[in-house]
């Protein structure tokens, strides 16, 4: 089992947490559908397909921004 954690600033708690509880879930899932978007990239060195990149060597990941505006990587490692 892989483990994750990450550090997020928060200007107000309270927002935060009914954010990451009710709309992102916090639970490991194919279904996305709490209402978060999700970005997308035009870069030389990332490209998202459908709000997704895939790295050769690394995996593939997509990101959104929380209330605070804080960009949220998910990655699935190869």
Do not use: H
């Not at 459908?50 to 593939?60: E, R, Y």
């Not at 959104?64 to 699935?76: C, E, M, V």
């Amino acid at each position: 089992m892989n483990r994750a954690s990450a550090v997020i600033c928060s200007t107000d708690l309270e927002r935060s947490r009914a954010f990451y509880e009710q709309r992102v879930g916090l639970t490991l899932s194919d279904e996305k559908e709490r209402g978060v978007v999700f970005e997308e990239y035009d870069f030389p060195s990332l490209n998202t397909v459908d709000s997704v990149a895939t790295t050769p060597g690394i995996g593939t990941s997509a990101w959104f921004k929380d209330p605070d505006g804080n960009t949220i990587a998910l990655l699935q490692p190869e």
